[in-house]
């Protein structure tokens, strides 16, 4: 069950220069959206400045790709998921939000579905990039 990173989430506009790559990484058999791709993606967009009405647009948006795919969006936060993102946020140098995904992906199958190659960082954590289709 490879996770969705939140760049396969803001890649799904279709104005993004990597929608192609997205959408086709959609097609990943077991692909999940965890809790903390979708808590990152609203909070990146109210710090960019998006409007509530405009981040329910958004997420409605991305709730309607993953039904119509039957991709199926997971909980992943519990005291021992932040230990073990503390642990990767200090240990191998990930920011907050890339250490949250990390720990998402170990807590399942420990593959991640992104171009970030900061993920490399963590042992037992494999990359899928985006566009890449594993079935």
Known sequence: MPVADTELLFALNPLDKKHEKAVRSLKIKGLKIPDTAL???QIVLKARGRS???IYLA?????NIFHSMGIKEICTI????FLLQTEIEKKYKLSYF????AASALSLDGIVVSD?????RVPNLKRIPLGEVRY
């Open 116 to 120: 970030d190659t900061a993920f490399g």
């Open 52 to 54: 509530p009405k405009e």
């Open 98 to 101: 890339d250490s949250m995904i």
């Open 39 to 41: 808590l990152e993606f």
């Open 78 to 81: 519990n005291t021992k998921f």
């Open 59 to 63: 997420i409605e948006a991305l709730r």
